[in-house]
């Protein structure tokens, strides 16, 4: 079996499936103990620069779970850092930027990126594919919008002022701005794609927090100029945000192959808005994993027939694995879902 023929990369063309493939956001990381005691002492960017840690990470709940695909090991904040960013990832807090972007002048220290910024990432993948036999890598980068709400506000934040602020009051500078994001996240992605992986995921994660109007006008051409920018690179593109119910249509039409969707929207819902031609991804709630088993196999098999209402479905949840899941919960939920969805 060719990568291009697993149950993972089917799903995502809209292909028939033995069974319906399921991997997680955030598999690998803080719910595993092997990862907390391989990341003891070492901070969040400085593992995503090791090689050998990230093939080990992301190889951790492959492993464990039996996954359908392996997710790289990173951070959204990778290619910021490389393209001369001064950042950290603070843990309990998020990324933290020393010098929020605000100004035209601002924006001059934000660089385009080559391959050789992030050739640890390319190694790394390099190093996965090889490991990882007929499992199917994904690759992934933050969305222009996230990226640009990040570099503004100098951190997470529960409102965007600034970042709307930006937008609303200054145009210019905003797709300024966006344009060279789009060109970093288009240039990280063709690293991945180029080194190996078997698809790739634009996270746009607060882009909930838009209308769609302003999802519209200001975010969707930058998000469609990387996805279209990869069109021709042979591999599945999964366009995914959290509490964007409102924009699942223009997320499609951004140009992704499949659409990720957030739990708060059923599946079957989603594939009426998005349209017939695109795979869908999703969407048990993370929460429900602190259930009674007996609640998160009623749900878990929810997902799966909302899920073929679509062309193709990839199981997942609707946003990351909780730091606090047990990890046997997930190897349950992964034989669960082969299972119920054995054709």
Known sequence: MTLDDSPFVRACRGQDVPYTPV?????????????????????????CRRPDLVTEITLQPVRRHNVDAAVLYSDIVVPIAAAGVDLDIVPGTGPVVADPIRTSDDLRRLRPITTDDVSYVAESVRLLVGELGKTPLIGFAGAPFTLASYLIEGGPSRTYTRTKAMM????????????????????????????????????????????????????????????????????????????????LRAMGEAGADVVGVDWRTPLDSATKIIGPDRAVQGNLDPAVLFAPWEIVEREARRVLDEGRAAPGHVFNLGHGVLPETEPEVLTRLVELVHTASSR
């Open 23 to 47: 991997w997680f956001m955030r598999q690998a990381g803080r719910s595993l103990p092997e990862y907390r005691k391989i990341r003891e002492g070492i901070a969040m960017l400085d593992s």
């Open 168 to 247: 609303y009051g200054d145009p210019g500078l905003w797709h300024a701005l966006m344009t060279r994001l789009s060109g970093i996240t288009l240039a990280f992605l063709r690293t991945q794609i180029e080194a190996g992986v078997s698809a790739v995921q634009l996270f746009d994660s607060w882009a909930g927090a838009l209308s769609e109007a302003d999802y519209r006008e200001f975010v969707m051409p930058h998000s469609r100029e990387v996805l279209a920018g990869l069109a021709n690179e042979g591999v599945p593109r999964i366009h995914f945000g959290v509490g964007t119910a409102v924009l």
